[in-house]
DNA sequence: CTTTCTCTGACTAATTCTGACTATAATTAT
DNA sequence: ATAATTATAGTCAGAATTAGTCAGAGAAAG
């Protein structure tokens, strides 16, 4: 089920590279270049195989010495509650609902109290006041999941 | 902050003068000329990188015996500053400005590691995706003065 | 045969680098 | 003094250099 593509070999190759240094930093159109295909290719295999899901955290820039880079990170072991509730927020989420949910992460110890102040201050309604209630949910919902992201590993 | 770009090795360098200085007065042709760039990159890298969102304050005089200074503020020294930083948000920030506002937040130890990633998260550009630029910096500046009005309160 | 996954390329976005032009201060000449 | 010259630094727009997005074509799987 490995191999036969060349979003495989290059999949394979970047995680030889990380299985080294724990973390890679790429020149796309070199990585491209080097598979002979065309540069979104490169995120194309980074999109669909080195998700957070599957402990990558993936930063980069463009511009004059730009570069893509690829962090292995260690993902935790309670991160069941994590994605029943990111299941749960779908694409919107009232500040009443992101308060439940910041008091289940207390609760459970995910985050501090102070940690829990500066999500509330995130995600308060004035904060996030943008005259459309749909969007200022759909907002809400993006923040709290990339937080329940990143509370799936230790940084 | 790596070595790919010749803007990174300037930033570096300059940031290595004030590491034992706390504050730098340079040449800007001087530096220039170092580095084998024209004048007006300098600019660039004090623009980009010597912000007062960086932490940094820069003052210059033209003409003969002009000089560029540079000097490393402290947060706990100057709690207007947090004034300051809210004034230059106004009402839109970018990401890159935002996360040098919180890289400065935690070297002033204002807020801890973990607390800084889940402001990252929050503020990130994917996060804040909303078809719009102006109303994408929009928000973030509304959530960046958010915490910096709580870590205010706070203390 | 239908659905899902892979691949491609045109278009977009962000960042860096450059140089011509402008602004200001100090020094020198009149 | 005043004017001219010299010595700095600032601004801005555009070129150059990366990476990102997205829709559709093509291939593989069910």
Known sequence: MQG??????????LKEMIAEDERVEISR??????FDVVPSQINYVIKTRFTIQNGYVVESKRGGGGYIRIEK????????ILD??????????????????????????????NEADLVLASINKQTLAVGNKLLENEIRANIMVAILDHLRYKS
Chains 1, 2 share one sequence.
């Open 4 to 13: 036969k593509n060349i979003s495989d070999i290059i999949e394979k190759y």
């Open 29 to 34: 159109s070199d990585i491209a270049s080097h």
């Open 73 to 80: 990170v260690k993902l935790l072991d309670n991160i069941d």
């Open 84 to 113: 029943t509730l990111i299941n749960a927020i779908g694409d919107g989420l009232t500040q009443r609902e992101g308060k439940a949910i910041i008091n289940t992460l207390v609760l459970n110890n995910l985050i501090t109290d």
